[in-house]
């Protein structure tokens, strides 16, 4: 049997070499045969309790397996030199066999098709994400120079379908947590519906504030330019019907997560299957406090949820946009635009997240204000560069946002 031999060629090069176990990810779990499985976790709690072995220490530490051990020894290749092709081989074997059980439970009808989505997932190991050389990361450094010269300036990430955003940004970037925080009333739905308008990739949305048919009538609303409260009292016209077949020419490859006060594990379910069968390129969430995490006090809660959006970020290779409460104490202030430390269980929010971005428009608290028709996005922590504020259009009769017309055409 192929898989045997391969575990047998890997045990005999680690007995002569210890040091081989720190330079693979080879597991007991990993070994079709129980009993190269018992001596290789062997090996590795002797290792870990600082000793060193030999073939007789093995014996000493597995009698019952003497014998194994003195034929691996003495009549097994081993070649330490060839042993990463052997350990590859031995998980590969394990990941097949892992799959084929899986599949027989589905067609046996022991699990769902989440449950199969989930388990064949959690078969990616990822050894070959997680550990690099020096070397290999500052290779993956000059390629990431490379393309960035090659754009020459240009967009890199996904766009978030506003000029003066992306330019400080660079769009939305693989692996980034974005939270955008504001207090209510102040868009944030609808600024992250306008960057899902403009993403143009396949998309994920979890919405725990509104149901899908108002997500709908707010993009046609938006992308007709109709007025919102025409669609909502059902003043149906030619400019109307217009707005419905632009929106839904515009948004393809979009699903939608409707409900009020989702789990993490919910959310995280979904992300990973949207992500395995229609290849999501981002996901935006409506919003983080309405998110049921893990904890027995609020802090904790919130915090698990973050750190689930950070993994699934990472995980799935992808920009999680996710929304956030402001909390109350920014309406004592005289100056009322929101920092970071403002944001509900900030300090959680603030560990994982790559970028912070609040909204403030300041017709909100004043009618009369200057600054009408406009609002600010404030970059309150970026891991990769820029920090300050942008300025963007805003119109309430459309609840839409865009660029101001000295940076492109809006309204």
């Known amino acids: 049997m192929a898989a045997e031999l391969h575990e047998t060629e890997l045990v005999a090069a680690a007995i002569r070499d210890s040091d081989l176990l720190w330079q693979v990810e080879v597991t007991p779990k990993h070994f079709v045969s129980e009993v190269l499985g018992e001596i290789w976790g062997a090996m590795q709690g002797l290792q870990s309790s600082g000793e060193r072995y030999d073939a007789v220490t093995l014996m000493d530490a597995l009698p019952s397996h003497a014998d194994r051990i003195i034929t691996i020894a003495n009549e097994s290749l081993g070649s330490e030199a060839v042993a990463p092709v052997y350990a590859r081989k031995v998980i590969q074997s394990w990941v097949d066999r892992s799959a ?31 550990e690099r050389t020096i070397s290999q990361a500052l290779k993956e450094a000059l390629n990431d120079m490379e393309e960035a010269a090659e754009a020459s300036g240009g967009l890199r990430g ?12 660079g769009g939305w970037h693989d692996h980034d947590l974005v939270v955008i925080g504001a207090r ?9 519906l306008h960057h899902a308008q403009r993403c143009g990739v396949p998309l994920g949305m979890i919405t725990s ?30 400019q ?22 989702p789990t993490i594990d919910e959310v995280e379910k979904t992300a990973r299957r949207w992500h395995h069968r229609h290849g999501i390129k981002i996901l935006f969430v409506d919003y983080i406090q309405r998110i049921r995490g893990r904890g027995d006090r609020r802090h904790e809660q919130v915090g698990d949820v973050v750190r689930g959006l950070k993994t699934l970020a990472r995980d799935l290779s992808i920009p999680v946009v996710a929304l956030a409460q ?25 560990k994982e997240a790559d970028q912070v971005i609040t909204l403030y428009r300041d017709e909100v608290y004043d ?29 309430g009769e459309f609840v839409s946002f865009g660029d101001l017309p000295e940076y492109g055409n809006y309204g």
């Open 100 to 130: 084929g059980d899986v599949y027989t439970k589905a067609l046996a009808g022991d699990l769902s098709k989440d449950d199969v989505i989930r388990a064949l997932m959690a078969l990616d190991t990822g050894r070959d994400r997680f």
């Open 158 to 169: 996904i766009t978030t379908g506003l000029v003066e955003l992306d330019k400080h940004l």
């Open 184 to 192: 209510p009333a102040m868009g944030k739905t609808a600024l992250m």
């Open 209 to 238: 504030e509104q149901p899908s048919y108002q997500i709908a009538q707010r993009h046609m609303s938006s992308l007709g330019r109709v007025p919102l409260s025409n669609l909502r009292q059902g003043k149906i016209g030619a």
């Open 240 to 261: 109307e019907m217009q707005a419905v077949k632009i929106a839904k020419g515009s948004l393809k490859d979009y699903w939608i997560l409707e409900k009020s006060s």
């Open 326 to 350: 402001v909390g109350r104490d920014v309406e004592k202030r005289t100056n009322r635009r929101p920092t970071m430390a403002d944001l509900s269980d900030s300090s959680e929010i603030e």
């Open 367 to 395: 009618q009369d204000s200057m600054a009408k028709g406009s609002a600010e996005l404030g970059i309150c922590k970026n891991r990769h560069g820029y920090v300050g504020t942008v300025k963007v259009g805003w119109s």
